[in-house]
């Protein structure tokens, strides 16, 4: 098992703005850019590098879609992140991931 980046981790969690208000529309995803996340990721998580990767996630939840603000992530660590971010308090209505145990 390879460890995960803390400091990506940090990114993602703590360095989030507080009360990030969810109602805002993000910005959609242009294909080319998923198409440069994933070659860049080569289809493994970019957190923990364990899993193939499943989902283009943003850094700055509705941020801009660009490559220095999304990430490519497993299942496993999209539903964790979101999870950690509702409950951090970072954002003002429930999340319900889909995690399995």
Same mark, same amino acid.
């Given at each position: 098992?390879?460890?995960?980046?803390?400091?990506?981790?940090?990114?993602?969690?703590?360095?989030?703005?507080?009360?990030?208000?969810? #109602?805002?529309?993000?910005?959609?995803? +242009?294909?080319?850019?998923? *198409?440069?996340?994933?070659?860049? #990721?080569?289809?493994? %998580?970019?957190? %923990? !590098?364990?899993? *193939? #990767? *499943?989902?283009?996630?943003?850094?700055?939840?509705?941020?801009?879609?660009?490559?220095?603000?999304?990430? +490519?992530? %497993? #299942?496993? %660590?999209? +539903?964790?992140?979101?999870?950690?971010?509702?409950?951090?308090?970072?954002?003002?209505?429930?999340? !319900?991931?889909?995690?399995?145990?």
């Amino acid at each position: 098992m390879k460890i995960m980046k803390l400091e990506l981790l940090k990114k993602l969690i703590i360095e989030i703005p507080e009360n990030l208000d969810r #109602s805002k529309k993000k910005e959609k995803i +242009d294909s080319e850019i998923i *198409k440069k996340i994933k070659y860049r #990721s080569k289809n493994i %998580c970019e957190l %923990c !590098k364990n899993y *193939k #990767s *499943k989902k283009v996630h943003h850094i700055i939840p509705n941020g801009l879609s660009n490559e220095e603000n999304l990430i +490519d992530l %497993c #299942s496993h %660590c999209h +539903d964790a992140i979101h999870l950690l971010l509702y409950t951090s308090k970072k954002w003002k209505f429930p999340y !319900k991931p889909n995690i399995h145990y």
